[in-house]
Every structure is written in structure tokens, then in C-alpha cells.
């Protein structure tokens, strides 16, 4: 089968390889139909490896050179185990994270923190391929009505739920969104669902804040222009945001948000960042403000494909691009190039 897999930074390559054996237990086999290229696959193609261990994965044995992608859409081709309500033939999407099972926070049903954790295409061989291995727990069955498309968008919906999920946005919540990349979308639709009142955004691309602004944000601001935390503390009515997501990773930005939540509020940090947060210890004590962690999702999934099949999440603006495999490394090259014209690009090993 062919695959697009990770040998090093600024190395990817579609190669042939084998099909995956049968699943174990604990797998499932799917015949990948999309599968969307992520904000951490470009890392790792810029400058990797980050997520990527260049030994053996403690618990999926997995080494480069590898295929990356973990959001995906497809359907069953094999099963290791029974899982109620899924059989072979079944379209699906996937929860792309490797668990143990048996720790303490597994037991407690916090698999994503497992310390023994890792994702589908970080470590294991991942969906840009035709074929791929899959969590077993993670499948989700793709109703009719929401496509394969649609459903290869879910994952990174689901982080944008569960950083809002996190932040405890609740009806009538202001919010300010640092970033309106792909997570800043999704953090978006997500606040917006669960009732946000006024959805401030900052981001510097001119494209991104357009498209926001037709989402319905209440508005977006060009930080390199505007003292975001000044004007949304002057729209709030002299208080501040009731929450501040940041969906950068950039630790100055990081450290501003929580200068900029209002006294009493949440500050949740949902961008993959690599740097250190320096933060005034007065800012958090005196003004009793919560600075949170969030990662990835926790049954977030199959959340998404729900709102999504019962209409009340519409995620088309943010898929901005499709393209073959084949294309696959000109894309990453493309996107590494040029973020700004695109927010979530497919690619489909079915050809288009």
C-alpha cells in the first residue's frame, strides 16, 4: 500500500509498504477515505522530532521512519475484538490515542494523560496512507448524514471542544481566543454552542479574521494594531473576559492572557507549545484567576459527530483545501510556505 511517512525533518516520502498485519485485540483496521493534515504533522516535517520518538514507542514498539496524520475518516476493514454497534463495512472516524488500559488515570477513564500515551501517525504508523491501525476504544460509527469529509474534521473539533469543555464557558461567558488557526476555529464553534455571549479573536492573518467575522465572532482584532486587551476590556464593560483561550503554544502570548482575564477568571492554555511561561504570581493570588492545561480530547468524539449529525455544528469553513496523497509532500511543502490561505487541507490516498 502506499504511505507518506515521516524519515526527518523536511524528509517525507511516499513510499510502498506493506499492508498492516491483522489486529491485535485492542485494533481495528480502517481503509482510510480522508484524512487532514495537522498543525503538529507540520512541526514535525519543519523540525522534528518533537512527538515523534526516534527509538521504539514504550507502548506501541512504533519507530520512524513512519506515516504521519491522526485525523481521519474511513471504513472497517478488520476488527481485533467486538465493539457494540460497529462491524466490518462500517464507515468511522477515530479517537487516534494509544492507551494503556491499566493505570491510574486509564482507570479513571483520563486515557489521554496516560503517561504511557501516544497518537495514531506520532506513534504508530498513521493515516496518510491507504490502510491504517486504530485504538479499538476509539472507533466511532459515522452516521449517514455527516460525510467522510466532515468526519475527517472531527478530531480537531473535539480539541476545541474540551478546551472549552475545560474552561467551564457557560450561556452568557464572554471569551477571548488567542489564534484563529484550525484549534482557534474549533474553539470558536465550540464556545459559540455552549453560549457564549461575546467571542473575541485575535489573529494577525487578514484571511482568518474575515472568515471569523462571517462565523459570527463578535470581533477580530489585528494584534500587531490593536491593544486587544485593552479593547476587549473596554466591550466587557471594564471588567475583562470571563475566559481567555490560547490556541498558539506561544508562551509571551500564554503569559498575556492571563494579564487579560478578567479578576475571578479562567485562563485555558490549548495551544502545543514548547517554551517556558513566565506569569507574575500576583497576577493569579491576588486577582484568584485559574490558569488550566488542556490536551487533546477526552471522549470528545464522538460528541462532535453528534452536533454535527444533529446539525448544530457546521464545520465546512474550515476545510479550505483537497488534494491526492500522491501530492502529499508538495502540500506540506506548500503549507510550511504558506499558512495563511489555508486552515484544515484532506488528503485522500482514493484519489481525486
Same mark, same amino acid.
Given at each position: 500500500?502506499?504511505?507518506?511517512?515521516? =524519515?526527518?525533518?523536511?524528509?517525507?516520502?511516499?513510499?510502498?509498504?506493506?499492508?498492516?498485519?491483522?489486529?491485535?485485540?485492542?485494533?481495528?483496521?480502517? *481503509?482510510?477515505?480522508?484524512?487532514?493534515?495537522?498543525?503538529? @504533522?507540520? =512541526? *514535525? !516535517?519543519?523540525?522534528?522530532? $518533537?512527538?515523534?520518538? #526516534?527509538?521504539?514507542? &514504550?507502548?506501541?514498539?512504533?519507530?520512524?521512519?513512519?506515516?504521519?496524520?491522526?485525523? !481521519?475518516?474511513? #471504513?472497517?476493514?478488520?476488527?481485533?475484538?467486538?465493539?457494540?454497534?460497529?462491524?466490518?463495512?462500517?464507515?468511522?472516524?477515530?479517537?487516534?490515542?494509544?492507551?494503556?488500559?491499566?493505570?491510574?488515570?486509564?482507570?479513571?477513564?483520563?486515557? =489521554?494523560?496516560?503517561?504511557?500515551?501516544?497518537?495514531?501517525?506520532?506513534?504508530?504508523?498513521?493515516?496518510?496512507?491507504?490502510?491504517?491501525?486504530? &485504538?479499538?476504544?476509539?472507533?466511532?460509527?459515522?452516521?449517514?448524514?455527516? /460525510?467522510?469529509?466532515?468526519?475527517?474534521?472531527?478530531? &480537531?473539533?473535539?480539541?476545541?471542544? =474540551?478546551?472549552? +469543555?475545560?474552561?467551564?464557558?457557560?450561556?452568557?461567558?464572554?471569551?477571548?481566543?488567542?489564534?484563529?488557526?484550525?484549534?482557534? !476555529?474549533?474553539?470558536?464553534?465550540?464556545?459559540?454552542?455552549?453560549?457564549?455571549?461575546?467571542?473575541?479573536?485575535?489573529?494577525?492573518?487578514?484571511?482568518?479574521? *474575515?472568515?471569523?467575522?462571517?462565523?459570527?465572532?463578535?470581533?477580530?482584532?489585528?494584534?500587531?494594531?490593536? %491593544?486587544?486587551?485593552?479593547?476587549?476590556?473596554?466591550? +466587557?464593560?471594564?471588567?475583562?473576559?470571563?475566559?481567555?483561550? %490560547?490556541?498558539?503554544?506561544?508562551?509571551?502570548?500564554?503569559?498575556?492572557?492571563?494579564? /487579560?482575564?478578567?479578576?475571578?477568571?479562567?485562563?485555558?492554555?490549548?495551544?502545543?507549545?514548547?517554551? /517556558?511561561?513566565?506569569?507574575?504570581?500576583?497576577?493569579?493570588? !491576588?486577582?484568584?484567576?485559574?490558569?488550566?492545561?488542556?490536551?487533546?480530547?477526552?471522549? %470528545?468524539?464522538?460528541?462532535?459527530?453528534?452536533?454535527?449529525?444533529?446539525?448544530?455544528?457546521?464545520?465546512?469553513?474550515?476545510?479550505?483545501?483537497?488534494?491526492?496523497? @500522491? *501530492?502529499?509532500?508538495?502540500?506540506?511543502? %506548500?503549507?510550511?510556505?504558506?499558512?495563511?490561505? $489555508?486552515?484544515?487541507?484532506?488528503?485522500?490516498?482514493?484519489?481525486?
Amino acid at each position: 500500500m502506499k504511505a507518506l511517512r515521516w =524519515h526527518g525533518a523536511g524528509d517525507l516520502r511516499l513510499e510502498e509498504v506493506s499492508d498492516p498485519p491483522p489486529p491485535k485485540p485492542h485494533e481495528a483496521v480502517v *481503509e482510510v477515505s480522508w484524512c487532514g493534515v495537522c498543525g503538529t @504533522d507540520l =512541526h *514535525e !516535517f519543519l523540525e522534528g522530532p $518533537h512527538m515523534i520518538r #526516534t527509538g521504539p514507542h &514504550p507502548l506501541t514498539g512504533a519507530e520512524p521512519p513512519l506515516a504521519l496524520g491522526h485525523e !481521519f475518516s474511513g #471504513t472497517v476493514l478488520a476488527l481485533g475484538g467486538e465493539v457494540p454497534g460497529i462491524a466490518i463495512g462500517d464507515r468511522v472516524t477515530a479517537d487516534p490515542v494509544w492507551r494503556c488500559g491499566t493505570c491510574y488515570w486509564c482507570v479513571r477513564g483520563e486515557y =489521554h494523560i496516560c503517561p504511557r500515551s501516544g497518537s495514531v501517525g506520532l506513534a504508530s504508523p498513521g493515516a496518510f496512507a491507504d490502510r491504517v491501525t486504530v &485504538p479499538l476504544a476509539g472507533l466511532t460509527r459515522l452516521p449517514d448524514n455527516v /460525510t467522510d469529509e466532515m468526519a475527517a474534521l472531527a478530531e &480537531p473539533l473535539a480539541v476545541g471542544l =474540551h478546551a472549552v +469543555t475545560r474552561a467551564g464557558v457557560g450561556p452568557g461567558d464572554s471569551v477571548l481566543v488567542v489564534g484563529g488557526g484550525p484549534i482557534g !476555529f474549533a474553539v470558536v464553534l465550540a464556545a459559540r454552542l455552549a453560549g457564549a455571549a461575546g467571542l473575541y479573536v485575535s489573529e494577525p492573518l487578514k484571511e482568518r479574521r *474575515e472568515k471569523l467575522l462571517d462565523l459570527g465572532v463578535t470581533e477580530a482584532y489585528d494584534p500587531r494594531e490593536t %491593544d486587544v486587551r485593552r479593547e476587549v476590556f473596554l466591550r +466587557t464593560g471594564r471588567i475583562g473576559p470571563d475566559v481567555v483561550i %490560547d490556541a498558539t503554544g506561544v508562551a509571551s502570548l500564554a503569559a498575556r492572557a492571563v494579564a /487579560t482575564v478578567r479578576r475571578g477568571g479562567r485562563v485555558v492554555l490549548a495551544g502545543v507549545g514548547h517554551g /517556558t511561561v513566565e506569569i507574575d504570581m500576583g497576577q493569579l493570588v !491576588f486577582y484568584e484567576r485559574s490558569v488550566l492545561g488542556t490536551l487533546g480530547y477526552n471522549f %470528545d468524539i464522538p460528541r462532535v459527530i453528534d452536533l454535527m449529525s444533529t446539525g448544530r455544528l457546521d464545520a465546512s469553513a474550515l476545510l479550505t483545501g483537497r488534494h491526492s496523497l @500522491d *501530492e502529499g509532500a508538495g502540500v506540506f511543502a %506548500d503549507l510550511a510556505g504558506d499558512r495563511a490561505a $489555508h486552515l484544515k487541507v484532506l488528503l485522500t490516498p482514493k484519489g481525486l
